[in-house]
């Protein structure tokens, strides 16, 4: 075809017409500069100027590789490249030329206005050509015909993308959005058809059946309405996932997805320059407690890509250990020392681990979990939430252990359960801790994560592909959610920006509704499913808090959107007095006792310039 011709001979097409612009310019204004008649003027003079200037012009556009793709035909910077080579070429003749007076003052001049003007309108004829080739490639039997919500970067970027798909997945005929200045703008041949009001009206009228929110930057509530409005209309819907999840600057048809519950749960999540803060585990030894949960394996796997000079994944489950394994190589033979098969109730074990291995910077995720489980075996807790990680801290002061992250829970914040005590104590142990420890020794706090396992997603997938009926313990109860990504983030970011002996505690935005959860996952699904409502159990609150009573809320030293926390410290007799069995009734009150901030607070040091530094966000 045409188009491919000219493609593929890109360099010699594109410095074919140039040198053209450039002699239709010079004969045009001489022709104009002598009043059109052309009989006085110095021909032979202008072609001379005309032939040196296009000699001159193509070595210039050479050297800085106009010709040769450096920038997209017809692109912005194609434009600038192109006018600053031409506004070069041109002031250099049209200053030789004032001072030998080869050919009439405004002739150069106006030759490489006249120029600039031709080589950019034929560029952009080239570029409307080869996508008007691709608009009228005819698509096949699967092709879908689609609108794109969102008239911006992202939807000009993204129709591209679909007319240039050599399968033709997609056919955007039409745009929506509720910008009035919009109402008349085509981009790539592709109209404004109205806002999203109208979105099932124009749906119908053209035959639609899916829209595709092109709105990266689009809040929760924005999302969620549009998706309800083409629920309604009874229309698939596809989303751009938002800035900092997209595959690379460009929009493309590759980053489509479905909508998820992440788009709609009200959470923007945490903007954190990772990179530059996570330097403090290049080149260090690394160990990760409970390597193979949730958020210990995706933190093994965001930590690996940093460098550290060993990672140490420690897990009491094998199986759990293969599945990271394999998650960060491609395989796992469980045969290197990097998977570690210990306990962190062992303390001989524990003991001789860190001495053998000496890690440097550890992050403590090994815990029991479940409240209903712990609740019934509260002693349970003790041995692993209190003690097991009073065995790790003691093991990392012990071998000088430089930077020790605790990851604790949302539920520490003024507890009423086992789960939330125990891990409450492990705040407290963690800041005794760093006062006698020479590293940076701190916990950090979050809610509920998104996608972890035995969290309220899997829970109620598994109740709805099994035919419901789903159970939410309260039509009213709330809970703080966040991604595993985000809150590995967090705990990354923690050990850069973290005084020693408090909690961190991300600003998670609103609360959400339990039920608004279900009922979402249930209309995804697009399987009707019954709600029932089993009422709270033991220990659980109606609504999740993220900070104690007596604790400061709006201490934001270094990140807008981590809060730092001051933790009181506790006394060793106090925890070798838990009592690690026994009736179930004692040992919870045994731990909510010494959940009771009667002791003096470990004093939270203002950061430093070089700390406050080191954050970004």
């Not at 002739?107 to 570029?127: C, E, I, K, S, Y």
């Not at 992050?363 to 209903?372: E, I, Q, R, V, W």
């Not at 789960?419 to 409450?424: N, P």
Request: glycine share 8%; with cysteine; hydrophobic share 45%.
């Amino acid at each position: 075809m045409l188009v491919e011709q000219l493609r593929n001979n890109r360099v010699v097409v594109s410095m074919t017409v140039d040198t053209a612009a450039w002699l239709v310019s010079f004969v045009a204004f001489t022709w104009l500069r002598f009043d059109t008649t052309g009989t006085d003027a110095p021909w032979g003079q202008v072609g001379v100027v005309a032939v040196v200037t296009v000699v001159l012009y193509l070595a210039v556009g050479w050297a800085t590789q106009l010709f040769r793709g450096r920038a997209k035909v017809a692109s912005l910077d194609e434009m600038l490249l192109l006018g600053a080579t031409i506004g070069l070429v041109g002031g250099l003749v049209f200053s030789a030329n004032l001072v030998f007076q080869w050919a009439p003052r405004s002739v150069p001049a106006g030759a490489a206005l006249g120029t600039l003007v031709l080589a950019a309108w034929a560029r952009a004829a080239w570029r409307r050509l080869g996508e008007r080739d691709a608009e009228r490639r005819p698509g096949g039997a699967d092709t879908r015909r689609v609108l794109v919500v969102g008239a911006g970067e992202a939807g000009n970027d993204l129709v591209r993308s679909m007319l240039h798909d050599v399968n033709r997945t997609w056919r955007p005929v039409g745009f929506l959005d509720d910008d009035p200045r919009k109402r008349h703008l085509r981009l790539r041949g592709v109209p404004v058809l109205g806002t999203t009001d109208e979105m099932a009206e124009t749906a119908a009228r053209l035959e639609v059946g899916t829209v595709i929110l092109a709105l990266p930057s689009a809040d929760a509530a924005t999302i969620s309405r549009l998706r309800v409005a083409a629920g309604r209309a009874r229309l698939g819907v596809k989303v751009l996932p938002a800035n900092t999840q997209l595959l690379s600057d460009q929009v493309g048809i590759r980053d489509l997805r479905d909508i998820n519950l992440t788009d709609v749960l009200g959470r923007h999540q945490l903007d954190t320059d990772v990179d530059a803060i996570a330097e403090y585990l290049r080149g260090r030894r690394v160990l990760v407690t409970g390597a193979g949960g949730s958020i210990g394996a995706e933190l093994c796997r965001q930590i690996h890509r940093y460098g550290p000079a060993e990672l140490m994944m420690l897990d009491r489950d094998e199986s759990a250990l293969h599945a990271v394994q394999l998650s960060i190589h491609g395989r796992a033979l469980l045969d290197t020392d990097e998977v570690i098969l210990c306990d962190i109730r062992d303390e001989a074990a524990v003991n001789q681990l860190f001495l053998a291995r000496r890690p440097e910077v550890v992050f403590h995720a090994a815990a029991l979990k479940h409240l209903p489980m712990l609740e019934q075996y509260p002693a349970e807790a003790v041995k692993t939430n209190v003690i097991g990680t009073r065995i790790v801290l003691d093991a990392a002061v012990r071998v000088g252990v430089t930077t020790f992250v605790n990851i604790s829970t949302d539920k520490a914040a003024n507890p009423c359960s086992v789960l939330g005590y125990s891990k409450r104590i492990a705040e407290r142990i963690t800041a005794q801790r760093a006062e006698i420890a020479d590293g940076t020794f701190l916990s950090v706090r979050f809610g509920n994560v998104l996608g972890s396992r035995g969290s309220v997603l899997t829970s109620f997938a598994k109740q709805i592909a099994g035919g419901g009926p789903v159970t939410v313990t309260d039509p009213d109860v709330t809970r703080f959610f966040m991604t595993i990504e985000e809150a590995c983030q967090l705990v990354i970011q923690a050990a850069a920006i973290g005084n020693p002996g408090e909690a961190l505690v991300l600003d998670m935005g609103e609360p959400v509704r339990i039920l608004d959860v279900a009922r979402q996952l249930i209309e995804q699904f697009g399987t009707p499913v019954d709600i029932v409502y089993t009422g709270l159990r033991e220990g659980e609150k109606l609504h999740e808090e993220l900070f104690g009573d007596d604790e400061p809320r709006d201490l934001r030293p270094i990140h807008p959107m981590v809060s730092h926390v001051p933790v009181p410290g506790i006394d060793e007799d106090e925890i070798t007095a838990l009592p690690t069995n026994g009736a179930t009734d004692d040992v919870r009150r045994s731990m909510a006792l010494l959940c009771v901030n009667d002791c003096p607070l470990v004093p939270s040091p203002v950061a430093s310039p070089a700390t406050a530094g080191s954050a970004t966000g």
